[in-house]
T-cell receptor, first 120, second 109 residues
C-alpha cells in the first residue's frame, strides 16, 4: 500500500485568508484525489490531479476557490482560498494503489491522515 | 454527485456482538470499497468487492454485494471496543469514489 502524509495536520485560520495543504506519497502515482469532509458528513470529491495537466474539478468546486498543483508524481497541494467558516472541514488526499501489490490491485484507493481546518 | 445511503446511521452494540451495516448505491459500479474512520482522522481501507463477486471475507469482516438491488452489507463479527469508528462504503466507477453517508458504530466494553 501507499504511505501518504499531509501537512498541516490541522490549522485554525481567519476568514479571508488562504491555506495550502500538502500531500506527499512514498511512491510515484498517476492520479491523486482531493476530498472534503464537512463536520458530521461523508466525503465529497473535490478534484482529481494528474501530473502534467490541469486538475479536473467536480460539480460545485472551482479552480479559483480550490487551486491545485501537481508538480511531480509524488506530491500535490490543495489551496483553500478566501476562506469562510463554511470551509471548515477535513481535507483528505488519496491515491490509487501505485504498484498494485495490495490484495486488490490498483483499484484500491488509500487516504492520507487528513487536514482539519477551522475557519473563524 | 449523489451519495448513496447507509443504514443505520448509528449503531451501538456490546463487545462480542456482531454488527451489520448496509449500503445502497446509485451507479453501475466496477467495485465497492469499505473504509473505517476513527474520530475524524484518515480513512483506513478495509475491503474491496468487485461487481462480479457476491461475498468477500477478511478476518472478522464479511462483505456482500447484490448488484440487482444495488446494495452491500458489512458484517463485523465478535466486535471489540477498538472497532468503534465510522464506517463508509464507496462505490467505484473508473477511479472515482462516491461515498455513502456512513454508519457510526459504537462498541461498548
Amino acid at each position: 500500500s501507499a504511505v501518504i502524509s499531509q501537512k498541516p495536520s490541522r490549522d485554525i485560520c481567519q476568514r479571508g485568508t488562504s491555506l495550502t495543504i500538502q500531500c506527499q506519497v512514498d511512491s510515484q502515482v498517476t492520479m491523486m484525489f482531493w476530498y472534503r469532509q464537512q463536520p458530521g458528513q461523508s466525503l465529497t470529491l473535490i478534484a482529481t490531479a494528474n501530473q502534467g495537466s490541469e486538475a479536473t474539478y467536480e460539480s460545485g468546486f472551482v479552480i479559483d476557490k480550490f487551486p491545485i498543483s501537481r508538480p511531480n508524481l509524488t506530491f500535490s497541494t490543495l489551496t483553500v482560498s478566501n476562506m469562510s467558516p463554511e470551509d471548515s472541514s477535513i481535507y483528505l488526499c488519496s491515491v490509487e494503489d501505485p504498484i498494485g501489490l495490495g490484495p486488490y490491485g490498483t483499484d484500491t484507493q488509500y487516504f492520507g491522515p487528513g487536514t482539519r481546518l477551522t475557519v473563524l | 454527485s449523489q451519495q448513496g445511503e447507509e443504514d443505520p446511521q448509528a449503531l451501538s452494540i456490546q463487545e462480542g456482538e456482531n454488527a451489520t451495516m448496509n449500503c445502497s448505491y446509485k451507479t453501475s459500479i466496477n467495485n465497492l470499497q469499505w473504509y473505517r474512520q476513527n474520530s475524524g482522522r484518515g480513512l483506513v481501507h478495509l475491503i474491496l468487492i468487485r461487481s462480479n463477486e457476491r461475498e468477500k471475507h477478511s478476518g472478522r469482516l464479511r462483505v456482500t454485494l447484490d448488484t440487482s438491488k444495488k446494495s452491500s452489507s458489512l458484517l463485523i463479527t465478535a466486535s471489540r471496543a477498538a472497532d468503534t469508528a465510522s464506517y463508509f462504503c464507496a462505490e467505484t466507477s473508473g477511479s472515482r469514489l462516491t461515498f455513502g453517508e456512513g454508519t457510526q458504530l459504537t462498541v461498548n466494553p
